[in-house]
């Protein structure tokens, strides 16, 4: 599902690959067996070696330096996603359409993870754990646009255009080892935080805006990703309690 996803992103040309630390030739087969009828520029990379499974994620970084920063590199955006995100053409387009606008302000346009709730029949936020007032410095408007920060902004992903990825290699966040003085999270979250905890402004949790309704403060539908497994809030866990339309509100 999330290759067909990325196969339907609407761009000129969109190459996956699937990091994976399955290296016996017959379970790559059977990946690429899911793969080929779905997208025939997605590859397959075995990652050896691993000191620990959680290791893999970070395998990514490699990419970014030595493919999409190479002189012949093709493309215009870097997108990181666990295995089980599902990204929209609405999603690309979004981050594309703010991008240079709030990173004039020094900020970079970020999503919300949601599940379904099949007891409740609701979307629900998964990272979102608090209801969360929003401060008035903390919303900003960009042209008809209002963004506000969240203080829950891990979304298991991030998009990198050239600017943000060579900016990225140069920071603690890039680093493996490095990273566990940024943040308390663990190593495969660390792995996905992009630039979000770097070179943040005095008065905001992190450099992530999502896009809300300016009346209802509720996410709009551009910044919202799917966790495809739904699993958190379908179990007794303290994610994905939160319904997703009630995730902020305002100050009183």
């Not at 999603?91 to 949601?114: E, H, K, M, T, W």
Request: aromatic share 10%; charged share 25%.
């Amino acid at each position: 599902m999330t290759v067909r996803f990325l196969s339907g992103l609407g761009c000129l040309r969109v190459k996956t690959i699937v990091l994976t630390d399955a290296v016996e030739p017959t379970d790559v087969q059977r990946l690429q067996q899911l793969v080929r009828p779905i997208s025939d520029e997605t590859e397959i990379r075995s990652e050896r070696n691993l000191n620990d499974p959680r290791d893999l994620p970070w395998r990514h970084k490699k990419i970014i330096q030595d493919e999409f920063l190479s002189d012949t590199s093709p493309f215009d955006l870097f997108i990181y996603l666990e295995d089980d995100i599902l990204l929209t053409a609405e999603n690309v387009a979004y981050f594309v359409a703010f991008r240079q606008a709030l990173d004039r302000i020094g900020f970079i346009p970020s999503f919300i993870r949601c599940e379904y709730n099949l007891a409740q029949r609701r979307v629900y936020s998964l990272d979102q754990v608090a209801r969360q007032p929003i401060l008035p410095h903390q919303k900003l408007q960009i042209g008809q646009a209002t963004f506000v920060n969240s203080d829950f902004p891990f979304c298991a992903m991030y998009i990198f255009d050239h600017a943000l990825a060579r900016a990225h290699l140069g920071t603690r966040s890039a680093s493996q080892e490095l990273s566990l003085s940024v943040e308390s999270w663990g190593v495969i979250e660390l792995a996905s935080a992009g630039q979000m905890l770097e070179n943040v402004q005095s008065g905001f949790a992190n450099r992530y805006l999502v896009p809300v309704d300016a009346d209802t403060l509720r996410p709009l539908p551009a910044c919202i990703v799917h966790h495809a497994t739904d699993k958190y809030t379908n179990l007794d866990d303290q994610h994905g309690r939160l319904p997703l339309d009630e995730v902020f509100a305002r100050w009183p």
